[in-house]
């Protein structure tokens, strides 16, 4: 329905009533491609090679069904064809055009891409497996996120990698909340490393990263023989003598070189943390577990992080409705853009600070947060009829799911949505764990950790052991 002249076309709209045009084109038979500017606005480029003559008979229904519904986000050519373009190739073969999933093209004969060009976030629609590079082992990498900051996200990774230290891997904790540096002087302490992955964004940028010092081992000394653990901060100490300027630093790590995407950087960066280990380690082993600290927010770190560079992402949040809303507006976001399929199986929700008393009891919290964790997961699970094997049917039906479809149950203890808790303690609240350097051995942290680090520790051991990288000793070891 055209919308009136006297009411403006807001954002959202646009997209939708496009989206609707584009589907009525393909119903022709066309293929087509729908691209959206960096301001919003729209073209649909329609392949109309071998059918010119049919195209210009449609041509001006075409223009009117498009633009009728798009007031200030109609571009300046809004139909164009693809037998009239000089490169169409460029549009309608582009790697960056993703199906549309959000409905059917009318009659499904043709099909119906869409291209969106943005200034910051095209980083969340790239999903990809992390590429450990030519002559490289692979590190297993898991990242650990918080839609909303001042949810344990960083405590905990420390804690995790503290735990599997202890068990004989390798650990290595890479810092990317540059804007916010936590894990590094959690860690480390006062002894950082000399240069942090900041340095090395910006020294690699004009060729300079040669002899960057970006790791440095954990304060921590792990219990069993085999262990080690060894952290990159977000920012170094610098050199003695020489002004550390982080923020001028910070202020252009997020550029796009001619050759490199900020993702392809940051993952240089830290596997170059990485080779460093193996390099100037005691052992000479490689990190066999690497912890990504990301970012909180919907932010271009948090976005190369979860879609590019991990294995597995922890998702950490509350129950309340500033998470979900949060994780429902990235959620769909990937639905939209064709790629729920591809991040699904990488992620599993966090539930952070549990409450356990009298008042609040766990059990009501955690069944809260999965129903919860469930609505908003759901956007990213296949549809099937209720009762069908692996159905969301609220049974407790486990049933291993397989390529398709992938549609976990409501009590499916190995879903995305199952929460893994951390509870919550009134010690962990000001705590001063940079000053504290005994802080994990306290008895409330092991007991609000317990239950994470049961649940997490296999799903990261039986990764890392598919990945065929572990020395043979380690696990054993550092059991306790």
């Known amino acids: 329905m055209t919308p009136s002249p006297d009411v403006p076309v807001r954002f959202d709209e646009a997209r939708d009533h496009a989206v609707r045009a584009a589907r009525a084109v393909a119903g022709h038979g066309f293929d087509v491609v729908l691209v959206r500017d960096v301001r919003?606005?729209?073209?649909?480029v329609v392949d109309d090679t071998g059918r010119e003559r049919e195209a210009d008979r449609l041509l001006d229904s075409w223009e009117a069904e498009f633009t009728g519904g798009l007031g200030r986000y109609?571009?300046?050519?809004?139909?164009?064809?693809?037998?009239?373009?000089?490169?169409?190739?460029?549009?309608?073969?582009?790697?960056r055009a993703v199906p549309d999933v959000t409905g059917p093209a009318a009659g499904g004969a043709g099909s119906v891409r869409v291209l969106d060009n943005t200034v910051v976030g095209e980083d969340w629609t790239r999903v990809s497996a992390p590429d450990p590079g030519a002559g490289r082992s692979r590190s297993h990498r898991t990242a650990v996120y918080g839609f909303k900051g001042g949810v344990g996200r960083t405590t905990a990774t420390a804690v995790l990698a503290r735990h599997l230290a202890d068990r004989g891997h390798a650990v290595l904790v890479v810092d990317l909340d540059l804007e916010s540096p936590g894990a590094g002087p959690l860690l480390a302490g006062r002894h950082l490393s000399r240069h942090g992955v900041v340095d090395h964004l910006v020294e690699s940028a004009v060729g300079n990263a040669e002899g960057?010092?970006?790791?440095?081992?954990?304060?921590?000394?792990?219990?069993?023989?085999?262990?080690?653990?060894?952290?990159?901060?977000?920012?170094?100490?610098?050199?003695?003598?020489?002004?550390y300027t982080y923020v001028d630093k910070l202020n252009r790590v997020y550029a796009e070189l001619p050759d490199a995407t900020f993702g392809q950087r940051l993952d240089q960066a830290i596997g170059a943390c990485e080779d460093m280990i193996e390099r100037d380690g005691d052992s000479g082993r490689r990190p066999d577990v690497v912890?990504?600290?990301?970012?909180?927010?919907?932010?271009?770190?948090?976005?190369?992080?979860?879609?590019?560079?991990?294995?597995?992402?922890?998702?950490?949040?509350?129950?309340n409705q500033q998470t979900w809303d949060g994780y429902?507006?990235?959620?769909?976001?990937?639905?939209?853009?064709?790629?729920?399929?591809?991040?699904?199986e990488k992620l599993r929700m966090v539930a952070s600070m549990v409450p356990d008393s009298v008042h609040f009891p766990m059990d009501g919290y955690l069944r809260s947060f999965r129903e919860h964790a469930f609505a908003v997961c759901s956007l990213l699970y296949d549809e099937v009829a209720p009762g069908e094997v692996g159905g969301p049917d609220g049974t407790d039906d486990d049933t291993a799911y397989g390529a398709s479809p992938f549609a976990p149950s409501l009590h499916d203890v190995w879903a995305p949505h199952s929460p893994v808790p951390i509870l919550f303690d009134q010690g962990l609240v000001g705590m001063d764990s940079v000053n504290a350097p005994d802080w994990w051995d306290r008895a409330f942290v092991h007991a609000a950790y317990r239950d994470f680090l049961a649940a997490v520790t296999p799903m990261i051991e039986d990764a890392v052991s598919g990945h065929g990288e572990r020395s043979g000793h380690g696990r054993q070891e550092g059991t306790r």
């Open 212 to 243: 960057l010092e970006c790791v440095t081992r954990a304060a921590y000394s792990p219990r069993g023989r085999y262990g080690e653990l060894w952290v990159a901060p977000a920012r170094g100490q610098g050199t003695p003598g020489t002004p």
């Open 40 to 44: 919003g606005r729209f073209s649909l």
């Open 291 to 319: 912890l990504l600290d990301s970012r909180a927010g919907i932010h271009d770190i948090a976005a190369v992080t979860i879609s590019q560079l991990c294995d597995n992402a922890l998702l950490f949040g509350a129950d």
């Open 328 to 344: 429902g507006d990235l959620f769909t976001a990937w639905q939209s853009a064709g790629q729920a399929s591809r991040i699904r």
């Open 74 to 95: 109609r571009s300046e050519q809004p139909v164009v064809r693809a037998s009239r373009m000089f490169s169409a190739d460029a549009v309608l073969r582009s790697r």
